[in-house]
């Protein structure tokens, strides 16, 4: 009688102790939650070449900006899930701000929860106005962060498709409206436009680069070189 009593309370002990372990992992998840996200952000690090560029330029991708979600742990998440759904077609490096990302095409939440998007599908490097997007994080050394931080007038930005390198120095930084979507149209003027949020996430900030120079990506300097060799996404 006395093991057919206890066997009850032993299930009860059992059942609580697997609720108490539960919480407590939600609990941590909680706690570490903007920790895991930039740690999953910061993980992704493809491997880029003239061959992989150029097969990924043909690819199709999705500019419809108002699809785009607030990069949560679920959105980072599935974007590493479905890296394969990000075609990485150039780097984007600015020394000076600390920032080295991969260019993938399009806007969609694959795309910006890992990389700098391109914001229009006839934009080539270059040639006239090259915009790109990306997120401001409350980490400040995260994807397009360290643009509202610590990007300034005068500041050099570098891109390549790994076959050139593009050289621009940083000519505008201006707060701008949500809505003020033409600063994305293409111009005759070589630039190079970057947008993110502000602090508030209400409106834009956009930096503006005029276009200085471009060379072979083996003629460019040894420092520029080993930047884009260095980790994505402020990793290093």
Partial sequence: MADKQQQPKHRWRWFWTTIFIILIIISLGLIFNEQIKNWLISSYQPRISKKTVQKNEKKKASYDFSKVKSLDFSTVANARWNTANIHVVGEIYMPQSKIHLPIAKGLSNEVLALTAGTMRPDQQMGQGNYPLAGHHM???????????????????????????????????????????????????????????????????????????????????????????????????
Avoid at 159 to 179: E, H, M, Q
Avoid at 199 to 218: E, H, P, S
């Fill in 138 to 236: 409350s980490s400040q050394t995260i994807l397009f962060s360290p643009l509202y931080w610590k990007t300034r007038v005068g500041q050099q930005i570098y891109l390549t498709n790994a076959k050139k390198v593009f050289v621009y120095k940083v000519s505008v930084r201006k707060f701008i409206p949500a809505t003020d979507i033409k600063v994305v149209d293409q111009t005759k003027k070589t630039m190079v436009t970057l947008i993110t949020c502000d602090a508030t996430g209400a409106n834009r900030l956009m930096i503006r680069g005029n276009y200085v120079k471009q060379m072979a990506y083996k003629d460019a300097p040894v420092s520029v070189q080993k930047g884009f060799h260095s980790g994505f996404n402020n990793k290093n």
